[in-house]
């Protein structure tokens, strides 16, 4: 069996030796093991969504610059960045400490998982009477990223040119049967430069 608490496979071994009076019994070996899945699954996967989240605030700063300078930096594009990077700051805050929540929670879990007989017992029943949570390894959490850190999307931005004003209907009208006009000429030299030549070979 694996012996880390992060992979696929791991059972708790009980250390008879371990004079640790810190918990005993099934009862125990359950509240161990939801520590366990609390560390290795939910935790990991909140923090992971913490640390998207923080990626996704961190890359939108490049829009509130675009902004800022498109318009001269006005109070109130202040005041949106400064609101951008209070909930950078949090949201990466949060993302790492779930992160080294859950793995404080695996570690201790497993440790004391080892102090007593049937709460090892217990615990790995559980374990293995849930193989779907575990059949792989603790899910990786990215390092969120901080304010100096490069975008993970560039932005880019729009064109800040006047769009080209419609032409008034009369005038795309009548370039419109111009446009006709000349097609029916072209086609009509055509036609008569064939005749000639025809005309100059059958001659």
Known sequence: MGKDPDQPGYEASHDPGDPRPVGSGTEFGADLYALYRAGRV???EKAILYSQLTSAVHDFEQRVEFLRSSVGGEFAVSLVESIRSDLHHALRQT????????????????????TDLDATAEFNRLVNGHPGLFDTSTPHVPRPPSGDDPYGTPYEPPS??????PGWWLTEWMEDQAGGLLDDIEEGIDVGVE???NWWENR
Not at 160 to 165: S, Y
């Open 42 to 44: 939910h935790f990991p």
């Open 95 to 114: 993302a790492v400490a779930m992160r080294d929540t859950g793995t404080a929670l695996v570690q201790i879990s497993t440790d004391y998982a080892t």
């Open 160 to 165: 800040l040119e006047a769009p080209e004003a």
């Open 195 to 197: 005749t000639v030549q």
